[in-house]
């Protein structure tokens, strides 16, 4: 059986090249950063949680201490860059595309045809498995198609993640954030304020406040998959679901969209919009975030009345 954790294995495999090609170019700091992110990877759900603890800790000291680079590894010039694109066009994106319909064509097939029989991929966990798959058919797919040098695919991997930096396990951190603020009871705290503040029986007003409680802690931790345990402790489990016999698919699903409006607005979020704005060079370091205010809006308020219709209105 293919498990969830061959995901962890494959993304330690990318970090570990990386760490390797940066030592090799004397990136220490590189090097130990993503040789480190790797080791998480292979082995972390086997070592104690001191030890991961104490990963952690020597990931943030080396990115707090300045040691990751920039790398300028040797890859494809503009000029070839150029010819490429206007020879091929948007062919150019069959590569990317081959990643969500391997995702979502795959557990269709898998899930609804006598393949689900065979017990091939741990349960509930087909999609992400098939998403991990998707992305090395597309990368086996481009390097049989355009015939890249050996280390291409490596090179230019490095090149975009040193560019990007500690920004990159952002959304990791802050997932495993998120778990300890509910672990920690803030949930509950904010659960009871929430309890005794919205008039009892107002379920369009407990939605309005889940949902703007996943956008607003979105916004202060910088991703919804830390706010989520909180907001779903607090309001979404207790009140909507169990009080009130909410549709716990669509108050998860939608609430997890309205938390994302909040990632839309935020500087927090550095990986979706600061990184953006440093790479393209802009003056603005907001001018990413200044741009999807106006579709942040409209979609939590459309996310608020698909939770309101969707969990409650068509669901009882």
């Known amino acids: 059986m293919i498990t969830y954790e061959w995901l962890y294995w494959l993304a330690g495999a990318f970090f570990a090249v990386w760490a390797t090609l940066s030592l090799r170019d004397r990136l220490f700091g590189n090097a130990a950063f993503w040789g480190l992110l790797a080791g998480s990877f292979f082995i972390g759900s086997h070592l104690p949680d001191f030890i991961n603890g104490v990963l952690v800790l020597a990931l943030v000291a080396i990115a707090g201490l300045g040691g990751l680079k920039r790398s300028q ?17 948007n062919k150019l994106f069959i590569p990317a595309l081959i990643v969500p319909v391997m995702a979502v064509a795959g557990t269709l097939l898998y899930n609804y045809t006598p ?12 999609t992400l498995i098939l998403f991990g798959i998707g992305v090395c058919v597309a990368l086996v797919a481009a390097i049989v198609w355009l015939r890249p040098p050996a280390l291409a695919a490596a090179e230019e991997g ?11 396990i952002l959304p990791q ?8 603020f509910a672990l920690a ?30 956008a607003l802690f979105t916004m202060i931790m910088g991703n ?11 309001i979404g489990i207790p009140l909507l679901v169990e009080t009130y016999d909410g549709n ?4 998860g699903a939608v609430g997890m969209l309205a938390g994302f409006c909040g990632t839309l607005l935020t500087p927090m979020a550095a990986n979706f919009n600061i990184v953006p704005a440093a790479l393209l060079e802009l ?29 409650f209105l068509l669901w009882n």
């Open 73 to 89: 590894p040797a890859t494809s010039s503009s000029a070839e860059r150029d010819l490429l694109s206007s020879k091929l066009g």
């Open 115 to 126: 393949l689900h029989e065979t017990g091939l991929f741990e349960a509930r966990r087909e």
């Open 158 to 168: 490095r090149r975009l993640i040193d560019s990007i930096g500690w920004a990159a």
């Open 173 to 180: 951190m802050l997932a495993a954030l998120g778990a300890v």
């Open 185 to 214: 009871g803030v949930g509950d705290i904010i659960g009871g304020a929430a309890g005794s503040a919205i008039p009892e029986g107002s379920i369009f007003l407990t939605v309005v406040v889940f949902a703007l409680g996943m």
């Open 224 to 234: 919804a998959f830390a706010a989520f345990p909180v907001m779903a402790a607090a």
């Open 248 to 251: 716990p698919a669509v108050i």
């Open 283 to 311: 003056k603005d370091q907001n001018a990413v975030i200044r741009q999807q205010i106006g579709t942040a809006i409209p979609l939590w308020v459309c996310n608020v009345i698909i939770i309101y219709v969707g969990a």
